[in-house]
T-cell receptor, first 114, second 117 residues
Framework: EAGVTQFPSHSVIEKGQTVTLRCDPI?????LYWYRRVMGKEIKFLLH????????ESGMPNNRFLAERTGGTYSTLKVQPAELEDSGVYFC????????????FGPGTRLTVT | AQSVTQLGSHVSVSEGALVLLRCNYS??????LFWYVQYPNQGLQLLLK??????LVKGINGFEAEFKKSETSFHLTKPSAHMSDAAEYFC???????????????FGKGTLLTVNP
């Protein structure tokens, strides 16, 4: 069984540009989470999808961040326009409905905004 | 609001020595507790979890943790460290009463474990 995959693994962009991160959850996992770790800080929750519906966006920093999960499969997280403080590692995690608390994480996307 | 405190951002032990990584949490409701490990250039891997029942939980690679409600702690231990245990370890808490299937995690800042030969 394939794990959670994320693309790209690294992205370096300039301030003001747009970046889109992608997450493919484990097949059959309806729950999908995005988290972010800014350097030196703890990993923080961004948002939670159940299938294609956003259930909790309480961790999204501001309206420059837009997450989608079309068709309830893969998800994208777009940052537009990127700012320096957006740099960090973005993790995606997924879980089944029946064992919702057991989340499986992807390897993360390291985003650097210069 | 929930919070997690990991004492020691960096712990160094000798190979064969006891590993003890400390975690204290704050939660207004009964928590689910987790330890995750991140090896270099990899994602987070679940080491072990406490949901309900037995307070001493065993995980992968010989690790275990004990939930102590009175101390609000969930310390991670391993009797004998191996070189392959070198990684960053994260303690996390989830509110089991979040409602629905939202078990968003609140993490500690992580502890980097170094194992010396």
């Amino acid at each position: 069984e394939a794990g959670v995959t994320q693309f790209p693994s690294h992205s370096v962009i300039e301030k003001g540009q747009t970046v889109t991160l992608r997450c493919d959850p484990i097949s059959g996992h309806d729950n999908l989470y995005w988290y972010r770790r800014v350097m030196g800080k703890e990993i923080k929750f961004l948002l939670h999808f159940v299938k294609e519906s956003k259930q909790d966006e309480s961790g999204m920093p501001n309206n420059r961040f837009l997450a989608e999960r079309t068709g309830g499969t893969y998800s994208t997280l777009k940052v537009q326009p990127a700012e320096l403080e957006d740099s960090g590692v973005y993790f995606c995690a997924s879980s089944q409905v029946s064992w919702s608390y057991e989340q499986y994480f992807g390897p993360g996307t390291r985003l650097t905004v210069t | 609001a929930q919070s997690v405190t990991q004492l020691g951002s960096h712990v160094s032990v000798s190979e064969g020595a006891l590993v003890l990584l400390r975690c204290n949490y704050s939660s207004s409701v009964p928590p689910y507790l987790f330890w995750y490990v991140q090896y270099p250039n990899q994602g987070l891997q679940l080491l072990l979890k406490y949901t309900t029942g037995a307070t001493l939980v065993k995980g992968i690679n010989g690790f275990e943790a004990e939930f102590k409600k009175s101390e609000t702690s969930f310390h991670l231990t391993k009797p004998s460290a191996h070189m392959s245990d070198a990684a960053e370890y994260f303690c996390a808490v989830s509110d089991q009463w979040s409602g629905g299937s939202n078990y968003k995690l609140t993490f500690g800042k992580g502890t980097l474990l170094t194992v010396n030969p």
